[in-house]
Nanobody, 120 residues
């Protein structure tokens, strides 16, 4: 069973907006951070945004001011609101939740990704 499932990707024109969502299965617990990464063709996967269990957020310089990460505990979900999209935002976007399955251990749980294409 895939622990995380992303949705909301698609084709959007430059300057447009999209909202990605990532829903976790009930089996994930002791989550420390909820993150978004992306990978463009021919490039390595890169960090986009994160939200810590404390509520603190962090963004890559390339998206700060345009993207907003948020969480919904009731729905066991994290979202990424993406505004003012640029062609260079085109990538497969992945959700990753880091958990602590045991004392001193960390586990990165990944989804399968959702495609975002910014093009006119």
């Amino acid at each position: 069973q895939v622990p995380l499932v992303e949705s909301g990707g698609g084709l959007v024109q430059p300057g447009g907006s999209l909202k990605l969502s990532c829903t976790a299965s009930a089996s994930l617990s002791h989550v420390i951070t909820r993150n978004w990464y992306r990978q463009a063709p021919g490039s390595e996967r890169e960090f986009v945004a994160s939200i810590h269990s404390s509520g603190a957020t962090n963004y890559a310089d390339s998206v700060r001011g345009r993207f907003t990460i948020s969480r919904d505990y009731a729905k066991n979900m994290v979202s990424l609101q993406m505004n003012s999209l640029k062609p260079e935002d085109t990538a497969v976007y992945y959700c990753m939740w880091q958990t602590i399955p045991d004392i001193g251990k960390k586990l990165d749980n990944w989804g399968r990704g959702t495609q975002v294409t910014v093009s006119s």
